[in-house]
């Protein structure tokens, strides 16, 4: 999920749509071979010329430079735009399945970290995904279920496996008392799928939860 673009466009041609589906400002070939991080720059500068020959990208001669930037009105855009964003879109389509469990396993929280949320993963990566639940013991078998069946999903949508932590509130307490530097990755990196973020809940659990 690091450069979804390039599930269907693998040469550098990926890459390189990718930076110009992120803005509308128009951009220099060698920013856009740094932002690209791939190939040579004068490969990055072939792949422009060629997508400005197709309309894909307009090319402007700005003084001794060229700036590029995507033409969003061509009809090839919007699948260009659909597949820079297939991260958000997995993050949008985990979050419907979600809302559609049963309210009495609904998640306190549910946030993906790792490599996914990150945008750097290969195509072996896990889609990791923190799950705060409110069951004071194990789970009931409706949400064992419910997880198995976003496992199914996530590696229909992705073709990777998601790799669930779950655990109660407590649970995350002990976590956060301990120092333990899996709660820093999920802080820093974490995407909120449903719930409150986890700063936010950190600051209900040190309320409710935790000791004073």
Known sequence: MSQPINAVVPTLDGPVLAVLARTSQPLTGRKIHQLASGGSETGTRKVLRRLAGTGLVIATEVGASVQYVLNREHLAANAVLELAALRSRLFERMRAAIE?????????????????????????????????????????????????????????????????????????????????????EWSRDGVTITGPDLRTLRKKIAHDVMPR
């Not at 009931?140 to 992705?158: F, K």
């Not at 109660?168 to 530097?181: K, M």
């Open 100 to 184: 559609h469990w049963e309210p009495t396993v609904q998640p306190t929280h549910a946030s993906v970290f790792g490599s996914t949320a990150r945008g750097d993963g290969d195509l072996n990566s896990d889609v990791d995904l923190l799950l705060v639940h409110g069951f004071h013991d194990d789970p009931p078998t409706e949400w064992v279920g419910y997880v198995a069946a976003l496992g199914d999903l996530v590696q229909g949508w992705t073709g990777n496996q998601l790799q669930t932590y779950e655990l109660n509130e407590a649970e995350l307490a002990q976590h956060i008392r301990s120092g333990d530097p899996l709660v820093k």
